[in-house]
């Protein structure tokens, strides 16, 4: 891993801990006569990496983009450390949630440090006045920019990498830069969608212990993933979302325990395995099959 320790301390976005960085209450949503999320609460607690799982079409990407003011909710109400958010996704970046996307979302032509640049728009106090003129203020401002551009791509591991092309970047690699640049709007929420979609089991380890350094820096996280190793090993909680409604929540224990999530969920990639009865039956055939059979009266010339 090549998180760089000297930057571990707290994130300028970091909260209190044990405070509710973010409350989403009776949150649904729909789509003509489609409810894609249907009255769901969760909250968020700074120190905290809460999962969100759910077969495909559950409504976690739905509920994100509530989330992050891309949809406003038909019904129900999102709060960012007490206050409501607003309805518009700069806005809801400015006031301090971040995000990646399921299918990246880089400047491809541009470099790497440009698109974490990019990232700290919401950040830089700089009017359009001050860039046209250039002044020392503007100067200033743009180093202090790229010291800290350059001090997250150090974070990510892509410090070495600052003026390639992002299009240029292996897949797991586009993947840590996309994180680096919703870090640099110093958010005090990052809610990540799908971080390990397409990676290998090293690239995968690597994003955990990134989002670990990421929640040591006081930054919550939120994460969606399809790699129940992967969301096991995180979180903290985790809750499941089962046709738009929160199905279950708790810790890993419980909800890899929780039969309802077995059969909606953990059973989903097995959906024809046979049940327990079936299961016995075969054992007790393989067993009586296992004994001598030759004794059987009939069957001699049956081999
Ligand atoms: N903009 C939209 N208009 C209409 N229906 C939508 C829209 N976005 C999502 N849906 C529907 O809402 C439901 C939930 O979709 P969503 O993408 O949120 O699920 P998901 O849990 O993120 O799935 P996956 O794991 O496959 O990404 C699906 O039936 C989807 O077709």
């Known amino acids: 891993m090549t998180t ?3 930057t571990r301390g707290a994130a300028p976005g970091a909260s209190a801990p044990g405070e509710a960085v973010l409350d989403a209450r009776g949150v649904t949503m729909r789509f ?5 999320v249907r009255n769901v609460d969760l909250t968020v607690n700074s120190g905290e990496i809460v999962g969100l799982i759910g077969p495909n079409g559950a409504g976690k990407t739905t509920f994100f983009n509530c989330l992050t003011g891309l949809y406003v909710p038909t019904e129900g109400e999102v709060r960012y450390k007490g206050a ?5 996704s700069f806005k809801v970046t400015a006031a301090g949630i971040a995000r990646t996307f399921q299918n990246i979302r880089l400047f491809a032509n541009m470099t790497v440090l440009e698109n974490v640049l990019v990232g700290r728009h919401t950040r830089t106090k700089e009017g359009l006045w ?3 003129l250039r002044g020392p203020g503007f100067h200033r401002a743009e180093a202090a920019s790229r010291a800290r551009a350059m001090e997250l791509l150090r974070f990510v591991g892509l410090d ?3 003026e390639h092309l992002a299009r240029n970047l292996p897949y797991g690699e586009q993947r840590k830069l996309e994180i680096a640049r919703a870090l640099a709007s110093e958010p005090g929420l990052l809610l990540l969608d799908e971080p390990t979609a397409g990676m290998n089991p090293q690239e995968t380890r690597a994003t955990e ?8 820096q006081g930054i919550a996280v939120l994460v969606i993933e399809h790699d129940m190793r992967f969301i096991f090993n995180l979180c903290d909680r985790v809750a499941v979302l089962v046709q738009g409604e929160k199905l279950v929540e708790g810790d890993s224990a419980t909800v890899q325990g929780d039969e309802r999530v077995v059969a909606a969920y953990l059973g989903e990639p097995f959906e024809n395995a046979p049940g327990a009865e079936e299961v016995a039956e075969v054992e007790a055939a393989e067993a ?3 004994t001598p059979q030759d004794a059987a009266p009939g069957k001699e010339n049956d081999r």
Do not use: C, N, Q
């Not at 409501?84 to 518009?88: A, D, G, I, M, R």
């Not at 212990?209 to 040591?216: G, N, S």
């Open 209 to 216: 212990e990134l989002v670990f350094a990421i929640r040591d």
């Open 130 to 132: 001050s860039a046209l």
């Open 160 to 162: 070495g990498k600052a």
């Open 84 to 88: 409501v958010l607003p309805p518009k």
């Open 32 to 36: 003509g006569g489609l409810t894609a």
């Open 288 to 290: 009586h099959a296992d």
């Open 4 to 6: 760089d320790t000297t």
